[in-house]
């Protein structure tokens, strides 16, 4: 008779973990509209306005995850994140960072600096779930909080998908804003490995941690779920005047 309780093998908790992906933001009726090139520049705007808000909220996540960790050579890895987003200026070597990419992809929508960084168009429901995946990441075990960044096992076709259809589908987007996603495609793959790697030897452990560790993943892709209703359902569509229709 099979104990069902015995761990699964790494292969199995990976393919457990990878099967996640059903959950994924991409499969949102937002996320559909934007691929289908259906959303209006209205709703873009008010899309790349909101997302801001957890673009600034990553490197403050990654901060708790550090502050908790007691494993040195996690944190050597792990501060990478921050420097992604937050930028850097080290040794005469300068990368502005994700963050600075972002408000650029949101000029880019028509938007001004100060529109994107005063927050004034970001909907309560959003503060509501970026907020509580910080709350997640500065209360719970770090290994938690590591477990919970691999939503970015998904996240590379999302970026390529936008990468290849806004240049025809949004024509009126200034392309050079599209760095964001073409920075990110290399990140997230080298995230996604330093992440699972922990998480499959960490959570493999017994069956209930690896139980665990797909309940912490659906908790996060819950919180990007509920981003995307946010954005949708708050009709936070953001009208420029003298922007482009």
């Known amino acids: 008779m099979t104990d069902t309780s015995a761990p699964w093998t790494a292969e199995e908790f990976e393919a457990q973990l990878r099967g996640k992906s059903s959950s994924y933001h991409i499969h949102h009726p937002f996320h559909r509209m934007m691929a289908a090139g259906t959303l209006t520049p209205a709703q873009l705007r008010g899309w790349v306005a909101n997302r801001f808000y957890y673009q600034i909220s990553i490197p403050v996540k990654d901060a ?4 908790n960790c007691d494993d040195r050579e996690i944190r050597r890895e792990w501060i990478q994140r921050i420097l992604d987003h937050d930028g850097y200026d080290i ?54 909080a590591v477990a919970s960044s691999l939503t970015e096992l998904f996240a590379p076709h999302i970026h390529q998908q936008r990468i290849d259809t806004w240049p025809t589908q949004y024509p009126w987007v200034d392309t050079a804003g599209l760095q964001y996603f073409k920075q990110r495609l290399t990140q997230a793959r080298r995230d996604v ?31 990007l779920w509920a981003l ?7 009709q936070c569509d953001i009208q420029i005047i003298g922007a482009k229709p």
């Open 64 to 67: 708790a995850i550090l502050s």
């Open 91 to 144: 040794g005469g070597i300068q990368d502005p960072g994700g963050i600075e990419a972002w408000i650029r992809l949101g000029e880019a929508v028509g938007l001004s600096r100060d529109d994107v960084t005063s927050l004034r168009y970001v909907a309560p429901a959003t503060r509501f779930a970026v907020d509580a995946y910080i709350n997640f990441a500065r209360r719970q075990p770090w290994q938690e």
């Open 193 to 223: 490995e330093h992440g699972l790697r922990f998480t499959l030897a960490y959570f493999s452990q017994t069956r209930a941690l690896q139980e665990r560790a797909l309940q912490i993943l659906q908790f996060k892709l819950d919180v």
């Open 228 to 234: 995307a209703d946010a954005i949708m359902l708050s």
